[in-house]
């Protein structure tokens, strides 16, 4: 028998670029949320047959590596190394993915793979206690899940999460409650190193010829990095004042219920995704994907919020109702962009519901 989850993907609401640090990692602020799109993560584990165990990996997507390379595979090695001691076996795990998400779509997935890998390990040994008893701790889970991968631990948190650092440093923030949500996924690829090395082009000044001028260079370079985490810390004020009540805030009108809007107090503070201003001029179709999910003849049926997710390939929509993200769904489809209406996760939704 195996354990199979459904690994849920994210989206970003908003996500500010800061400057590069001395690890190669940019720093970044970023509101992740949890949707309901997935791919199906199957996991089973025995008693080894050899002395050191194994790890054996299948996927339907050819695109996708089988071996160390996969983040659901360096995830399970991660963790048999940590619960290696403390255990009386050997495994052999056995990890197969069902993908329905985009590779390279900016959507979380393949960091979801990996976190749904070690939940659906975790139920294997206590499923079968004459494996061993031994278990991660939370905290050793989060680390784990940073070496794997950035965007790893909010998978180990679920719903509404603030990531700060390169995006591993992960808090649980207040749900926002259960919105209709349109993912766009057009047939082209985002890497996510090009993109950081795009925006770098486009921010940082080369060094100059001329001696005299070194002082002026080394002065814009420093205001460039001032800028950059000035516009970390915007975003984290931006999240904070709209999670937090309307007379704290200060940027709902008089009157508006900020319980029942919360998705506006965000847009209001005039959230964005740093990404865009590359990945769009490096692929101008997805500007025009925005606009689709953003625009309506009807205006009842525009989208609250629409942005790239992560650097992309994938867009997404939010909408006031499930009427207003279907007639998203049919522009997209007939410009010929595949599309999934979903919605968004509370944290409870994405832990009661991960189980298929």
Not at 111 to 124: G, Y
Request: net charge negative; hydrophobic share 45%; proline share 6%.
């Amino acid at each position: 028998m195996a354990t199979t989850l459904r690994s849920y993907c994210k989206i970003n609401l908003g996500l500010a670029i800061g400057p590069g640090r001395a690890d190669g990692f940019h720093a970044l602020t970023t509101l992740y949320q949890t949707v309901g799109a997935y791919d199906l993560v199957t996991v089973s584990a025995a008693a080894a047959s050899a002395r050191k165990g194994s790890i054996a990996m299948t996927c339907n997507h050819a695109g996708v590596p089988v071996d160390a390379r996969n983040t659901a595979w360096k995830m399970v090695e991660k963790a048999l190394a940590v619960l290696g001691p403390r255990m009386d076996v050997a495994l052999d795990v056995a990890i197969h993915i069902e993908k329905r998400l985009p590779v390279q779509g900016g959507l979380g997935a393949g960091s979801a793979n990996a976190a749904a890998a070690l939940i659906a390990l975790e139920r294997e040994l206590k499923r079968q206690p004459e494996l061993g008893t031994a278990q991660l701790t939370g905290p050793e889970k989060l680390l784990v899940a940073s070496e794997v991968g950035s965007d790893v631990p909010l998978f180990l948190i679920g719903g509404s999460v603030l990531g700060v650092g390169r995006g591993e440093e992960v808090y649980p923030l207040p749900d926002l409650p259960p919105t209709h949500c349109v993912l766009a996924l057009p047939e082209v690829g985002v890497s996510t190193p090009q993109a950081f090395r795009d925006w770098d082009a486009l921010y940082t000044l080369p060094a100059g010829p001329a001696p005299g001028l070194a002082l002026g260079l080394g002065l814009h370079r420093e205001l460039t990095r001032l800028q950059a985490s000035d516009k970390l810390s915007e975003l984290s004020r931006a999240l904070a004042s709209a999670m937090c009540e309307p007379y704290s805030s200060g940027v709902l009108p008089d009157g508006e219920d900020h319980a029942e809007n919360p998705v506006l107090a965000l847009v209001r503070t005039g959230i964005e995704n740093d990404f865009e201003e590359v990945v769009f001029r490096q692929h101008p179709p997805l500007g025009e994907i925005k606009r689709i999910l953003m625009d309506s003849p009807v205006p009842e049926q525009a989208a609250l919020y629409a942005a790239l997710s992560g650097s992309g390939s994938a867009l997404f929509g939010l909408y006031r109702d499930e009427a207003a993200a279907r007639a998203a769904v049919e522009r997209l489809t007939g410009d010929g962009i595949r599309a999934l209406q979903t919605v968004t996760l509370t944290r409870r939704q994405y832990w009661a519901e991960m189980i298929g």
